[in-house]
C-alpha cells in the first residue's frame, strides 16, 4: 500500500469524487462530539479529513487518539465543502476528504512548542529543537524561496556560458581579512588546513587555467563575531570572467539579480542600477552601504558655521574637521531627553555630542543659538531645507567621526519617524580606497582584499601615498544592505609583489603564504574580476526577514554555538593525541 497518492495542496474542487491517499503530520485535531476533524499536513500546506462515525466507526475510533505531530496516512474520498464552511485562506478551503482507512505511521510526544503557533518563542528553544522549528509555515516558506533562488542562479549562469567549479574546502591559511577556522592534519602533525574564507585564490587560478567564466555557490567560513546578518558559515554566490572591466562584472550581476527577483517574486527591477562613489556615499549618507529607499541626506554646513563662536564648531573645523547635520522631519516632538538618547547613539562612534534645533511654528529654539546668531541660524534652516515641525542635528568633529555617527543617527530617526521604506533600491558603491590603517596593529591592511587592483599611475604610489590609493573594487547594496563585493583582479605580477609589500609582508612570507599564486602569475595572466554575493543575505531580504538566521536551515546562534548539536564540543582525549594536539 502506497503512504500517498497525492500532495495536500493538490486536493482541490477538481478532485471532488476522487480517492486519494495521503500523508504527513496531524497539525490539530477537533473533536465535535460526533464527527472528529483533522488538519493534515506536509510541505505543501494543509487540508481537512473528516472521520464520520457513522459511514466508518473504525476509522472514527483511530482518529480519538490522533494527537498533535502524529504521523498518519489516510484514503478517503474527496468531497465538497459546504459554502459555510469553506476556508478561503487554504488553497485547499473548498474541499475535504472523508477518510476510510487510517494508518498510525509513527506517534509524537507532545513538542515544546507548536509548529502552528506564530507567537515569539524563546530562539535558543527553537533552534535546540530546530527540526520542529522547521515545520513552521513561515520558515519552510523561506527554505523553499531559497531552493527556487538557487535553482534561478544557476540556470541564469548556465545561459550565460558560466561553469561551475567546486572548490577546496580543505586548504591553506591565508590573510584574507578574519580569523582563519584551522583543521589540524593527522598525516602531517603539526601542521593545519584552513577552511576558505572565500574561494578567492582558486577562482583566480582558474582564470589562468583559461576557463573564463565560474560560478559556484560555494560555502565560506569566517571566525569572526556573530551579528543578525552574519554566521561562522555562510553560503555565496561566487563568480569570475576573465577579460572584463568593472562595468562588465556588474552587468552580469544586475542580470543575475533582475532574473532571480523575477522568477522568484515576480518583481521587474530597473536597471542599470545606480552607482555612488564610496566617497560621495561616505558624505550623504555616512556608510557605505546606504539605504536608498529614504532621504534624510547628510548636509555639510562647515562654510555656513565658519566663524562662529560656538566652541565645539570652531575647534573642530579649526583643525581640519567638519560640521555636518540631518533634519529629522516632524522629530520638532523630541524632547531634550529624547535628543540626549540619540547622543548615546553617536557616541559609540567618538562623536562628542549633538547640537539640536528645534524648527517651531514660533520660531527655532536651540542652545547653540545664542552662539550662531539669528543669520546663521537661519542660514542652517534653509540649507537643510527645513519646515516647522522638523528638528535638526548636527555633529563636529573630523569626517571619519561624523560620517558613520551621522550615517547610524540617519537609519534611527528613520525607525523612530516610521519612515516609509518600501521596495527595491539596489546601488552600486564604487571606487573604495585600497587600505586602511589599522590603528591596533600600526599597520595597512587592504580594505577589501590584497587581490584588488588598484588605481595607480605607477606602483610608486603604494610606497608614497597609499592611503589616496583606491580602487577597481564594487559593492552590491540592497536597501541598506551589503549583498556582496567584488573587484577587477591584479593581473600583474609586480603590482602585486608591490601590492603586498605596501601591507608589510616580506618576499619569505608572500612565498610561505601566496607562493602558488605567485609562481601562477608568471605563466600568463588574462584581466579578470568577479564578485562574491551573499545567498544567505539576498534571501533574507526576499523573504522580508531581519537575520540570516531564519533562511539557514541549520544556524548557529549568536555566540557560535549550535544548541541542538551541542557543537562546539570537547572530543576525546585519544583524537587529541592522534593529532599531536595538547590542550593548555
Given at each position: 500500500m502506497s503512504y500517498r497518492t497525492h500532495w495536500c495542496a493538490?486536493?482541490?474542487?477538481?478532485?471532488?469524487?476522487?480517492?486519494?491517499?495521503?500523508?504527513?503530520?496531524?497539525?490539530?485535531?477537533?473533536?465535535?462530539?460526533?464527527?472528529?476533524?483533522?488538519?493534515?499536513?506536509?510541505?505543501?500546506?494543509l487540508l481537512q479529513l473528516v472521520f464520520d462515525p457513522e459511514k466508518h466507526a473504525g476509522?472514527?475510533?483511530?482518529?480519538?487518539?490522533?494527537?498533535?505531530?502524529?504521523?498518519?496516512?489516510?484514503?478517503?474520498?474527496?468531497?465538497?465543502?459546504?459554502?459555510?464552511?469553506?476556508?478561503?485562506?487554504?488553497?485547499?478551503?473548498?474541499?475535504?476528504?472523508?477518510?476510510?482507512?487510517?494508518?498510525?505511521?509513527?506517534?509524537?510526544?507532545?513538542?515544546?512548542?507548536?509548529?502552528?503557533?506564530?507567537?515569539?518563542i524563546d530562539e535558543t528553544l527553537r533552534l535546540k529543537y530546530r527540526y520542529i522549528d522547521l515545520r513552521r509555515k513561515r520558515l519552510q516558506d523561506n527554505l523553499r524561496l531559497r531552493d527556487r533562488v538557487a535553482q534561478s542562479v544557476r540556470r541564469y549562469f548556465e545561459s550565460e556560458g558560466f561553469i561551475e567549479f567546486e572548490t577546496p574546502i580543505l586548504t591553506k591559511s591565508t590573510p584574507e581579512g578574519a580569523r582563519d577556522f584551522l583543521v589540524p592534519s593527522r598525516l602531517r602533525r603539526g601542521e593545519f588546513y584552513a577552511l576558505p574564507q572565500s574561494p578567492q585564490l582558486f577562482k583566480q587560478l582558474l582564470m589562468i587555467a583559461g576557463f573564463e567564466r565560474y560560478y559556484q555557490i560555494a560555502h565560506a567560513f569566517r571566525d569572526e563575531d556573530l551579528r543578525a546578518d552574519r554566521q561562522l558559515e555562510h553560503t555565496q554566490i561566487d563568480l569570475e570572467l576573465s577579460f572584463v572591466h568593472e562595468s562588465d562584472v556588474q552587468e552580469v550581476v544586475e542580470g543575475l539579480m533582475c532574473r532571480a527577483f523575477s522568477e522568484v517574486l515576480g518583481v521587474e527591477l530597473p536597471r542599470p542600477f545606480p552607482r555612488l562613489t564610496y566617497r560621495e556615499s561616505m558624505r550623504r549618507f555616512g556608510s557605505d552601504?546606504?539605504?536608498?529607499?529614504?532621504?534624510?541626506?547628510?548636509?555639510?554646513?562647515?562654510?555656513?558655521?565658519?566663524?562662529?563662536?560656538?566652541?565645539?564648531?570652531?575647534?573642530?573645523?579649526?583643525?581640519?574637521?567638519?560640521?555636518?547635520?540631518?533634519?529629522?522631519?516632524?522629530?520638532?516632538?523630541?524632547?531634550r531627553k529624547d535628543v540626549d538618547d540619540l547622543s548615546q547613539d553617536v557616541a559609540v562612534f567618538g562623536a562628542r555630542g549633538l547640537a539640536p534645533v528645534w524648527i517651531e511654528e514660533s520660531g527655532l529654539r536651540s542652545p547653540i543659538a545664542k552662539f550662531l546668531g539669528d543669520e546663521v541660524m537661519a542660514a542652517l534652516?534653509?540649507?537643510?531645507?527645513?519646515?516647522?515641525?522638523?528638528?535638526?542635528?548636527?555633529?563636529?568633529?573630523?569626517?571619519?567621526?561624523?560620517?558613520?555617527?551621522?550615517?547610524?543617527?540617519?537609519?534611527?530617526?528613520?525607525?523612530?519617524?516610521?519612515?516609509?521604506?518600501?521596495?527595491?533600491?539596489?546601488?552600486?558603491?564604487?571606487?573604495?580606497?585600497?587600505?586602511?590603517?589599522?590603528?591596533r596593529e600600526g599597520r595597512l591592511k587592504a580594505q577589501h582584499h590584497p587581490f584588488t587592483k588598484p588605481r595607480v599611475t605607477s606602483p610608486s604610489d603604494l610606497r608614497d601615498r597609499p592611503l589616496e590609493v583606491g580602487t577597481e573594487a564594487y559593492d552590491l547594496v540592497l536597501n541598506g544592505?551589503?549583498?556582496?563585493?567584488?573587484?577587477?583582479?591584479?593581473?600583474?605580477?609586480?603590482?602585486?609583489?608591490?601590492?603586498?609589500?605596501?601591507?608589510?609582508?616580506?618576499?619569505?612570507?608572500i612565498r610561505a603564504k601566496f607562493g602558488f599564486l605567485v609562481e601562477a602569475m608568471d605563466f600568463g595572466v588574462p584581466p579578470h574580476g568577479g564578485m562574491g554575493i551573499g545567498l544567505d543575505r539576498t534571501v533574507m531580504l526576499m523573504a522580508?526577514?531581519?537575520?540570516?538566521?531564519?533562511?539557514?536551515?541549520?544556524?548557529?546562534?549568536q555566540s557560535g554555538s549550535c544548541p541542538l548539536t551541542d557543537a562546539p564540543s570537547e572530543v576525546a582525549r585519544a583524537q587529541l593525541q592522534e593529532l599531536g594536539i595538547r590542550i593548555s
Open positions: 493538490d486536493v482541490t474542487e477538481e478532485k471532488v469524487g476522487e480517492r486519494v491517499t495521503l500523508a504527513g503530520w496531524v497539525n490539530r485535531r477537533r473533536d465535535h462530539g460526533g464527527l472528529v476533524f483533522i488538519d493534515l499536513r506536509d510541505r505543501s500546506g476509522t472514527h475510533e483511530m482518529a480519538h487518539e490522533l494527537r498533535g505531530e502524529f504521523v498518519i496516512s489516510a484514503t478517503g474520498t474527496v468531497v465538497a465543502r459546504g459554502e459555510d464552511h469553506v476556508n478561503p485562506k487554504l488553497v485547499t478551503g473548498r474541499v475535504e476528504v472523508v477518510v476510510e482507512s487510517l494508518d498510525l505511521v509513527t506517534p509524537a510526544k507532545t513538542p515544546p512548542f507548536s509548529p502552528e503557533d506564530d507567537t515569539a552601504k546606504p539605504d536608498m529607499r529614504f532621504g534624510m541626506e547628510i548636509v555639510d554646513v562647515s562654510d555656513v558655521v565658519a566663524g562662529v563662536e560656538f566652541k565645539v564648531f570652531a575647534e573642530a573645523l579649526a583643525v581640519g574637521g567638519v560640521v555636518r547635520g540631518l533634519r529629522a522631519p516632524g522629530g520638532a516632538r523630541f524632547s534652516v534653509g540649507r537643510l531645507e527645513a519646515t516647522p515641525g522638523d528638528l535638526l542635528l548636527f555633529v563636529a568633529d573630523s569626517a571619519q567621526v561624523v560620517e558613520p555617527s551621522l550615517g547610524a543617527l540617519r537609519s534611527r530617526l528613520a525607525d523612530l519617524l516610521h519612515v516609509p521604506r518600501e521596495g527595491w533600491r539596489f546601488v552600486w558603491v564604487v571606487d573604495p580606497p585600497m587600505f586602511e590603517f589599522d590603528e544592505v551589503e549583498l556582496g563585493s567584488g573587484s577587477i583582479r591584479i593581473s600583474d605580477p609586480l603590482l602585486q609583489q608591490e601590492v603586498f609589500r605596501a601591507l608589510g609582508l616580506e618576499d619569505e612570507e522580508g526577514e531581519s537575520s540570516i538566521r531564519e533562511v539557514i536551515a541549520f544556524p548557529k546562534t
